[in-house]
C-alpha cells in the first residue's frame, strides 16, 4: 500500500463547490487503494480577509498574533474538507499542524520546520482514516503558533512526505505541470514529464512559480518524488526527481530544458556610491530589514572614490524603495538614485549547461539578433537570466526556445 | 494588585469600533492598578457564519470537525484584541485555550472543563501583559479540540477566575445588570445591586438569561465573585456572590427577588400513554438523545391504565418534537399527542422563600386575581413557576412584582 502525499493550494477550496471537487479528487486516490494524506492551504481570500481585518485594527500588526490569526485559515479549511470527505462517506480527519507533529523554529511569520513528528498522522492512516492536515503551520517547543510564511504550505507537504516516507508529494496547481517556457507566450512550448530538482529550483527562482523554492530544497535534500499536476484534470503532470533522464536519445540530450521570463522586475540604480567597506551591506542590510527580496545585484566599475550599484526587485516593493533610499541617499551620502520598471527579465534554464560552455554565448547572440540590448545579466550553473526591455520580452523567449531546439518535443521513454 | 477577570460576549467585539471599545475598557481597568485576564467569545456573526459554511458542504456535520472549525472563531477574536491594546500601547498577549491551560473532559460540543493548569496566564500576568483568552475552547489529553458549548465562554471565564484566584469576574453584557423583572415589561423593576448565587441560577434557568447556568454553579462552588455589568456604560451592575445581604431595613427583608416571564415555551402533551414502568424514561430519553432540552414535566394521574404526559421545552424545538412523537406514539403506542406554543411561563425566585410557606399561595392569588388560569406549576426551594397564556404574561410579571413588594426599590447598603 503506498502512501501519497497531496497538497492544494487555496484557490482550489475556494468555494464549497470547488472543496467537493477536490475532496473527490483525494477519495479517488483512495479508492485506488492508496493512504493518504493531504495538506491543505487557507480557503481563497480568507488570509486576505484576516489581514485587511488586522489592519482595521492596528496599523503595526505584531508578528505574534498575527500568527495567531493567520493559522485559523487552514483550520477552517481542514475541517471543512474532513466534513466533505465524511459526507462523502470516507473515513477522514482533520489535524492542525500542532496536531500533525510540525515543530518549527520560533520565528513567527516564516518559521522553519526544524522536526516532524508523525506519530499521530501514521496512527491516523493505520486507522483507515484520510489525514488532513493544516498546512502553513506549527507550533514551537513553547507552544506558540508559527506560520510558515510565503509559500509555506508546498513546504508543509514536503515535510509531511519526508516523514511518512510517502511515495509521492503530489502538488495541485492551476497548470497541467512545468513547461519549457510559459505557453501563453511560446506557442511551442512542451509539458515536460521529469525535472530535476535544481532544474526546478531555478525555474522557480525565475517567477514561474509553480512550486516554492523552499520546499523543492527540502524535496531534494531528502530525495521526495514531487509530481506537480493539474487540479482540474488527471493527465500526468511534471514529475520532480534527483536525475531527470527521460530522453531516448541520448545523444540528442537537451543542454536547455526550460526558458523563462518575468514581467514582475523593478531596477534601482543608487548613482555616486562612496567606495569605502561596508556600504554595500548598509544599503542591502537596510532592504532586507524591511523583508524586501533582492534578485540581481550589479556592481559597477568605481569611477574615483565612487561607484553606482543597481539591483532588481519585484515592482511591488517600489513605495518601500523610495522611502528607503531617500535616506540612503542622504545618509551615505551617495549623489541620486533611479528606478526603472520598463523592464523584463528573460532566463535559459537546464542543467546539461555545467558540461556545455557555448550556452551563454548562445544566449547572447540570440538575442542580438533580434535587436535586444541586454541591460544586466546574472548567471547560475544551470542558469542564465537577462534583464532587457520589457517590449522584447515575449519575442526573446521565443527566439531562446527555437535557439536552443525546444520547440519540437523529444520522443519520452516513460 | 488585584486580579480581575473580564468577559465580553460576542457581540461586544462585533466590529472593528466596538473591538476598539471593548479594548479601552480592558486598558481603563489596568490603568487603575489591576492585572486584567480577558475571555473574549468569537466575534458577533462569526460562529454562524462558519457553521452555515459546513451546511453547505454537509448534512450531519461530524461534532469533532465542528469544534476543530468554530474553535477558530475564538482564536480570530483574541487575536484581534491583542493586536488592539498593542496598537493603543499597552503590553497584551493573545491565548488559545489549550496555551491558557484550559483541560476539557473530551466531549465535543459540549465538554466539561475537568482541570485548569493557570501557569501560562500567571507567567504572562507577571511579566506585565494584559491576558486575552480564547473562550468557549479547551483541550482533552489527546490534544483534541473541544468546545464548551452554549454559554460555554462564561464558564471559561469563572474557572480562570477560579485558577487565578481572581478578586472578581466581571462579566459584561448589554443589559445594567439583574433586575427584579424584566424591565421593558415592568416599568417598576429596578437593578438589584446583589444577589445569591442560588437565585442567579433559578434566573438563569427561567430564561432571564444573562449568565449561564453551568458558570453560575462554578462561581458558586468556588465562591468567585462574579460582576454582571454593562458593556456601555461604567455603572455598578449586579454582584453575585454567596449570600446577598445588601437591605438596610433587615425587617423588611424581601421574600422574593424578582419576577421573570419567559415566552419562548411550547408545551406538549402525550395522550393516552401506557402505565408501565420505564416508559417516561424511554420517552425523555428519546428526547435527551436529540438534545432536546426539557423544562417542565407533568404526569396526569392516571385513568385506568393510561396516563397523559405534558412536557415543556423551547419553541424552536417543535420540528424535531413533531418527528420524535409521531414515532413514539406509534411505537408505544400512546392515543395522540398535542402541541401548544400560545403559552408562557412567569416565575418569582427569591431566596426568602425558603422561609416562607405563603409565597406559592401569595402568586396563585394574584394570578386568579387578574383572571389567570395556570396550566402548569413547577417550584424549586427558592423558586415557583407557572405556565398560563401567553396574552396575559405581562399583566401577571407586573401583578406579582407589585404582590411581592417590588415596586420600590429599598434603600441600598453599599
Avoid at 528606478?339 to 544566449?363: F, R, Y
Wanted: net charge negative; aromatic share 4%.
Amino acid at each position: 500500500m503506498s502512501i501519497v502525499v497531496q497538497k492544494f493550494g487555496g484557490s482550489s477550496v475556494g468555494s464549497p463547490e470547488r472543496m467537493r471537487r477536490v475532496a473527490r479528487r483525494i477519495a479517488e486516490t483512495a479508492d485506488a487503494g492508496n493512504k493518504v494524506a493531504v495538506v491543505v492551504s487557507a480557503m481563497g481570500d480568507t488570509t486576505d480577509d484576516l489581514i485587511a481585518l488586522a489592519q482595521q485594527l492596528t496599523t503595526r500588526p505584531p508578528a505574534r498574533e498575527m500568527d495567531m490569526l493567520l493559522s485559523t485559515g487552514e483550520q477552517i479549511s481542514i475541517s471543512l474538507l474532513a466534513m466533505t470527505l465524511q459526507e462523502m462517506g470516507y473515513a477522514a480527519i482533520s489535524l492542525t499542524g500542532r496536531q500533525a507533529g510540525y515543530h518549527t523554529c520560533g520565528t513567527y511569520a516564516k518559521a522553519k520546520i526544524v522536526a516532524m513528528d508523525s506519530v499521530r498522522v501514521l496512527d491516523e492512516l493505520n486507522k483507515g482514516n484520510i489525514v488532513i492536515v493544516a498546512g502553513f503551520q506549527g507550533t514551537d517547543k513553547r507552544g506558540e503558533i508559527n506560520t510558515l510564511g510565503r509559500g509555506g504550505s508546498d513546504t508543509s507537504a514536503v515535510a509531511l512526505a519526508v516523514a511518512l516516507e510517502a511515495d509521492v508529494c503530489e502538488i495541485f496547481t492551476d497548470v497541467d505541470g512545468v513547461f519549457t517556457a510559459d505557453p501563453r507566450v511560446v506557442r511551442k512550448a512542451w509539458k515536460m514529464p521529469e525535472i530535476s530538482y535544481d532544474e526546478m529550483l531555478e525555474m522557480a527562482v525565475m517567477g514561474a512559480l509553480v512550486l516554492q523554492p523552499r520546499s523543492v530544497e527540502l524535496a531534494k535534500q531528502y530525495g521526495v518524488k514531487l509530481h506537480v499536476r493539474s487540479s482540474f484534470n488527471h493527465s500526468e503532470g511534471t514529475i520532480v526527481k534527483e536525475v531527470a533522464c527521460m530522453y531516448k536519445d541520448l545523444e540528442k540530450e537537451l543542454v536547455v530544458s526550460g526558458v523563462a521570463h518575468d514581467m514582475n522586475v523593478l531596477k534601482t540604480t543608487i548613482f555616486g556610491v562612496p567606495d569605502s567597506p561596508g556600504v554595500a551591506g548598509e544599503i542591502f542590510g537596510r532592504l532586507a530589514a524591511e523583508k524586501i527580496n533582492v534578485d540581481m545585484i550589479i556592481q559597477s566599475g568605481s569611477r574615483d572614490t565612487r561607484q553606482d550599484i543597481s539591483f532588481t526587485t519585484g515592482r511591488d516593493e517600489r513605495h518601500k524603495i523610495e522611502r528607503i533610499l531617500t535616506e540612503i541617499v542622504r545618509q551615505l551620502p551617495a549623489e541620486s538614485y533611479m528606478i526603472i520598471d520598463t523592464i523584463a527579465k528573460v532566463s535559459v534554464i537546464g542543467a546539461g549547461m555545467i558540461t556545455n560552455p557555448g550556452v551563454a554565448a548562445t544566449t547572447f547572440r540570440t538575442l542580438a539578433g533580434i535587436g535586444c540590448n541586454i541591460d544586466m545579466i546574472a548567471t547560475s550553473e544551470i542558469r542564465i537570466s537577462c534583464i532587457i526591455d520589457e517590449t522584447k520580452v515575449t519575442e526573446a523567449a521565443l527566439a531562446l526556445h527555437t535557439a536552443f531546439g525546444l520547440d519540437a518535443a523529444p520522443a519520452i521513454d516513460n
